[in-house]
């Protein structure tokens, strides 16, 4: 079965900073993939970033970016020059082949003016 | 392009009821999820369409769910003799496929009274 967590319930960001959200995972498979959504409050579920288990170099996309350490079993999101409209709920996600995603229970990231 | 589309986008129904929620995904999408979460959890998944079957329904809490994809498009998920304990947002999502990003729809909230 895989698994995904996310230690941080919450987590507080100063606007223009960067903010790392943790993410760990557990899978016996080879060949799988990571994925990261933002949900703000009015409850759509957003796709953000892709990570292929065979991905030599860390996704980026735009602010986002995601630090992979297979090793580790680590895919941190990190969000570069947060704004306002980053305060959301964020899940961490991992999928194998067509298998359904499964999700951690998510960080609540608040960004500060 | 359209992205993923729920209806209704609220339901409010009397514990016993039957309820229909409808999903109709983004055009040439394959694949099809239903997923359900609850407040404050990340969304979990209930079940997996590959085209017109279900390639997966693992997730279905017990016998008074089920969905059906009859046409490989539109998917409907059907709750009978629905209970306090089925209130939740469900939540559709479609992709291409193998590893690809699913998109998800605004969610149908479900209020059982």
């Known amino acids: 079965a895989q698994k995904i967590t996310q230690t941080q319930p919450g987590m507080f960001v100063q606007e223009k900073e960067a903010v790392t959200l943790d993410c760990t995972y557990d899978t016996s498979d080879q060949s799988y993939g990571l994925f990261w959504y933002k949900q703000p409050s009015s409850g759509e579920m957003i796709f953000l970033i892709y990570?292929?288990?065979?991905?030599?170099q860390n996704a980026t996309e735009g602010r986002y970016s995601l630090n992979f350490q297979k090793a580790r079993k680590s895919a941190n999101l990190v969000i570069s020059a947060s704004q306002l409209g980053d305060s959301a709920m964020y899940f961490c996600a991992i999928s194998s082949g067509n298998t359904p995603l499964v999700f951690g229970k998510g960080t609540r990231l608040s960004v500060i003016a | 392009g359209a992205g993923v589309s729920q209806t209704p986008s609220n339901k409010v129904t009397e514990k016993g009821k039957y309820v229909e929620l409808r999903c109709d995904p983004i055009?040439?999408?394959?694949?099809l999820y239903w997923y359900r979460q609850s407040l404050g959890q990340g969304p979990e998944f209930l079940i997996y369409?590959?085209?017109?079957?279900?390639?997966?329904d693992s997730g279905l809490p017990n016998d008074r769910f089920f969905a059906v994809r009859p046409e490989g498009s539109v998917s409907t998920l059907k709750i009978q003799r629905t209970e306090r304990g089925d209130s939740a947002v469900y939540l559709c999502?479609?992709?291409?496929?193998?590893?690809?990003?699913?998109?998800f729809g605004d969610g149908t909230r479900l209020s059982i009274l």
């Open positions: 990570q292929g288990s065979y991905d030599e």
């Open positions: 999502a479609s992709s291409l496929g193998n590893l690809q990003p699913q998109h």
């Open positions: 369409f590959q085209g017109t079957g279900a390639a997966d």
């Open positions: 055009s040439g999408h394959t694949a």
